[in-house]
């Protein structure tokens, strides 16, 4: 059944300046300053009903954020699905699903990739081809795949290592297990100009030449890190270090690169029943009760809450992380039968966690502070903005459905969102992509730093630096989804 969000709005009255005598204020002037700051932005809020709890919303920055989110979502479209030159798309940032952001895209095609080779079967393209139930070997490997992308979350570091693989193994030895980083250096010399035409083409800027060798765009070589070549990885990862070639970016992770390496060995650690910390996290994850057997706490908290105990993984990784294992293709979840199945689904428009970022988007949205939210608290009250956020941007719907930004923001986004069938999709009676927790999140993050609501509709409508639309990217949507459109 739909769920309406009821919508009222009111100004906030402001308190007024008192006046009186030195002694009472510090200075007229200063209190001047003060008002002249509230003048600035008087507030005006939204009251959302979202089952039965009331979200005040900021209505300025409220609207900000629809308007930018209306904004990416047509860029989305224009780039995939019309096809528009990339002329007029320089200088705008086409990003706004998940779906469509290039690592993301690449994540998936790795696994897909890993899920194939371990099946002995040969890859599709597009790989839109559902790989169906995961063995409990290959729902692992997808988990402990999806560890290593996002801590360390950098493409051109799995692609060189891919590249690099072949020439550890043309030397002799075995790439899933050489230990030693020099092995790795040695290898780096032996990169041909095809191999490093890829490493160019994984790059987050592309351009059409290298050296003076003209470079086509590509999808590059899609592959996942599986648990047995964890000594590999490491020591290519040393061996680009030492060449001071970066391995890991900084946007998300902050722990250093030790203590990266340190939450992915902690996966492969034995407990006294023999089986590793990576398969009772993969058993646990897929045996999640229901929300009524587990006395109403939902099923994507649970799943965070158990991929938070993997060291250095906090609240905006465990989401991150989340996501990508319900990812349709190769959700660990799926098919399954298992009674967390649905709550996963209906999640997706009811929870999300947020990162430093998001939170201060979130208190942006909330009462025009971007340090409003903080902590365990901040959380819970983040999520209380998001989830009334889907509700009235999405008309009232929520609960599973999947909302069109509307019906306000209708005429703009006519044709925009969802996107067309087959592009992406969710569990069994999950929605298309559309404005959900995720896409709240991401626009949230992508706010905080800015002041007032004039400055977020601005930084949407020319970021600010110069900009093109990667076309490298293009190339990994078509070859994950097919080039619908």
């Known amino acids: 059944m739909k769920k309406t969000a009821k919508k009222?709005?009111?100004?906030?009255?402001?308190?007024?300046?008192?006046?009186?005598?030195?002694?009472?204020?510090?200075?007229?002037?200063?209190?001047?300053?003060?008002?002249?700051?509230?003048?600035?932005?008087?507030?005006?809020?939204?009251?959302?009903?979202?089952?039965?709890?009331?979200?005040?919303?900021?209505?300025?920055?409220?609207?900000?954020?629809?308007?930018?989110?209306?904004?990416?979502?047509?860029?989305?479209?224009?780039?995939?699905?019309?096809?528009?030159?990339?002329?007029?798309?320089?200088g705008y940032k086409s990003y706004f699903f998940r779906e469509t952001d290039r690592h993301t895209m690449y994540y998936v095609r790795g696994r897909l990739h890993m899920l194939h080779a371990m099946r002995k079967k040969r890859p599709s393209s597009p790989m839109s081809e559902d790989v169906g139930v995961l063995s409990a070997d290959e729902a692992e490997a997808v988990v402990f795949s999806t560890f290593v992308y996002r801590l360390y979350n950098r493409l051109d570091t799995v692609v060189r290592w891919a590249l690099l693989r072949r020439h550890v193994a043309d030397a002799g030895h075995d790439p899933d297990t050489e230990a030693e980083p020099g092995r790795w250096e040695e290898a780096l010399e032996q990169l041909t100009e095809e191999e490093l035409d890829e490493v160019h083409c994984a790059q987050r800027c592309w351009s059409p030449c290298r050296g003076g060798r003209r470079v086509e765009p590509r999808a590059v070589r899609a592959v996942a890190v599986q648990p047995g070549q964890l000594s590999g990885f490491f020591a290519c990862v040393e061996a680009l270090r030492r060449r001071g070639i970066k391995v890991f970016t900084g946007q998300h992770q902050v722990q250093g690169s030790e203590r990266t390496r340190a939450a992915l060995e902690s996966l492969l650690e034995q407990g006294g029943d023999g089986r590793t910390a990576l398969s009772r996290l993969t058993r646990d994850l897929r045996d999640l009760p229901a929300a009524e057997a587990a006395g109403g706490a939902s099923v994507a908290a649970r799943a965070c809450a158990l991929l938070g105990a993997v060291p250095a993984v906090g609240p905006f990784l465990q989401y991150q992380l989340l996501l990508d294992l319900i990812e349709p293709r190769h959700s660990i979840f799926r098919g399954t039968g298992a009674p967390a199945e649905a709550g996963i689904a209906a999640g997706r428009f009811e929870y999300a966690q947020f990162g430093n970022g998001s939170l201060g988007g979130a208190g942006l949205v909330a009462c025009g502070k971007a340090g409003a939210f903080k902590g365990a608290a901040g959380q819970q009250e983040a999520r209380r903005v998001a989830r009334a956020l889907v509700r009235y941007g999405g008309g009232g719907e929520g609960g599973g459905e999947a909302a069109p930004l509307g019906p306000e923001w209708a005429e703009s986004l006519e044709g925009l969102c969802p996107l067309p069938e087959g592009v992406a999709s969710h569990l069994p009676g999950g929605a298309a992509v559309g404005w959900d927790m995720q896409a709240v999140e991401n626009v949230l993050c992508g706010i905080h730093g800015k002041k007032t609501p004039a400055a977020i509709v601005a930084s949407a409508a020319n970021e600010g630096k110069p900009w093109a639309p990667n076309p490298c990217t293009d190339c990994e949507y078509d070859d994950l989804y097919g080039g619908v459109g």
């Open 8 to 90: 009222t709005a009111k100004k906030t009255a402001e308190r007024p300046i008192m006046s009186g005598s030195s002694s009472a204020c510090k200075s007229r002037k200063g209190a001047v300053e003060k008002q002249t700051q509230r003048n600035r932005h008087q507030r005006e809020t939204i009251a959302v009903d979202v089952d039965g709890d009331t979200v005040v919303l900021d209505a300025a920055f409220t609207q900000a954020v629809l308007k930018v989110s209306v904004l990416r979502a047509a860029r989305v479209h224009a780039r995939f699905v019309q096809r528009v030159d990339r002329e007029r798309l320089a």
